[in-house]
């Protein structure tokens, strides 16, 4: 294995290994406000083996999108405004034979090049990026892409080398505006496929980013961090008089208290599984409201799961909640509700090509296991797709189970004893049109007398 790629996976290494270690977050969308950022860096390019150059300086722009939160592009341009020519390996000659050492071997020595002078390098390239953890401080990422550069000079004569590049990479974010980053790309080109290597550092610049200003009015009170939110008010709110976003949804603390009068402390306000920022700056949905458009489905269900508008209340899919009670650690659903999932069965039979998504969620308790809960609602949820299966004649590839466990709560839970109300099984029905049952058939409301297990 050559240096230079084991010096480029040694990079993809480290970020791989820090966006492991990173804390584990709920599905959460999260604000694209400003996708576009401009990356200037320099470093140095590593050549392999007995190639026509010597290693030199290199100056990088990249001009990068972040798709969403996990995938990027980035448009990369690289000069080498001076790259010196590098000694070429040769067997020593004497009267034109080759010189052996005394065990027999080729005795190589180093001899100026005369086929090839001091010369330039550009080249272009197009990366993908994926991030573990992009919104961050904190953000390593992987790379893959392609590209060529084009040397003035060569031994060869062909000046023209595309390459196909693997790395990574991480930045760390001062705030939402700038930030710095190091990068390390392999990228494999030439005819003899040798594995060269870039290595640079330098700055991230997301423009259109709201960043809060470095400055108070004078005689006013203080704020420390520029977000609107006094000092004084921040200790009343119990958030950070050093970050203007302290739960860090997109929103600053000032906009979320006097502007949207959203819960600075709590990226998800509605808990409706999109940020505070991306309601308003992205969907134009509420940010108080779990159901902007009052459909009957969550805005983050209708963005993240459904595809369908949270605008738009025609569209929402049909959403059967159910309040199963379970015995402790039991997926086994009681003959008493029969009739609740009999209603579904009979919606799916009246559409034939309809589909359901059948998601288990639990509350959170104190002591609660967040494997364990999601074990144990996808076990649930497939105790009602199965069912659908036996008892409704539902043919099992028209429904799909999921658990969530406590990652995606309807209500609060109480820090000690949760919510029942958590406790549930959604049932969302695609494709039923006009197969709904009459009002008087679903008869799915909570009964406060009927506390399921957790």
């Known amino acids: ?22 804390p584990a ?6 604000s694209m406000e400003a996708p576009w950022y401009f990356s200037p860096a320099i470093g140095v390019i590593d050549f ?20 969403n939160e996990t995938w990027g592009f980035e448009f990369v341009g690289h000069i080498a405004p001076s790259l010196d020519a590098n000694d070429r390996s040769t067997p020593q000659l004497d009267n034109g034979n080759p010189v052996l050492d005394a065990n027999g071997n080729l005795i190589i020595v180093s001899v100026p090049r005369t086929d090839v002078g001091d010369t330039y390098a550009a080249g272009l390239a197009v ?29 060869d004569g062909e000046n023209f080398s595309p390459s196909v590049r693997v790395g990574g990479g991480v930045m760390y974010h001062f705030n939402d505006e700038w930030g710095i980053r190091a990068d390390a790309r392999t990228f494999v080109a030439g005819n003899d496929t040798e594995a060269h290597l870039l290595i640079d550092g330098g700055l991230v610049w997301n423009w ?34 050093f970050d203007p976003d302290t739960d860090k949804d997109g929103l600053s603390d000032g906009e979320e208290v006097y502007k949207y009068k959203t819960n600075p402390l709590d990226p998800d306000t509605d808990l409706d599984a999109l940020k505070d920022g991306a309601e308003v700056h992205k969907h134009g949905t509420d940010p108080n409201k779990r159901d902007t458009d009052n459909g009957g489905v969550a805005d983050g269900h209708e963005v993240i799961e459904d595809n369908t508008n949270p605008l738009d209340p025609t569209d929402d899919l049909q959403l059967f909640e159910l309040y199963l009670q379970f015995d402790y650690d039991k997926a086994i659903i009681h003959p008493e509700y ?18 359901a998504r059948i998601e288990g969620h639990a509350d ?11 074990k144990l609602s996808k076990n649930r949820a497939g105790a009602v797709l199965e069912y659908l299966a036996e008892h409704g004649k539902i043919a099992p590839s028209r429904m ?46 909570y009964d406060s007398a009927e506390v399921p297990a957790p």
């Open 1 to 22: 294995m050559t240096k230079s790629l084991i010096s480029s996976l040694g990079v993809v290494a480290v970020a791989v290994l820090v966006g492991v270690l990173q």
């Open 25 to 30: 977050f709920g599905q959460q969308e999260v």
């Open 48 to 67: 392999e083996g007995d190639d026509d150059f010597e290693d030199g300086f290199v100056l990088t722009g990249r001009l990068g999108y972040d798709y």
């Open 127 to 155: 990366d993908g990026l994926f991030h573990f953890t992009r919104w961050e401080r904190l953000d390593p990422f992987l790379t893959a892409g392609m590209g060529f550069f084009w040397y003035g000079d060569s031994s």
């Open 208 to 241: 259109g980013a709201h960043t809060a200003p470095d400055f108070v009015a004078s005689g006013g009170p203080k704020d420390s961090d520029g977000d609107g939110l006094s000092d004084e008010d921040e200790a009343r709110w119990h958030t950070d008089p």
């Open 338 to 355: 029969y009739p609740k999932l009999d209603v579904i069965a009979k919606v799916m039979q009246r559409a034939p090509d309809s589909s």
């Open 364 to 374: 959170k308790l104190k002591k609660s296991k967040d494997a364990y809960n999601k």
């Open 400 to 445: 799909e189970a999921f658990g969530y466990g406590f990652d995606r709560p309807k209500v609060a839970n109480d820090p000690v004893n949760g919510n029942p109300e958590n406790r549930r099984v959604e049932v969302y029905i695609r494709g039923a049109g006009d197969a709904m049952p009459a009002a008087s058939e679903v008869k799915f409301g």
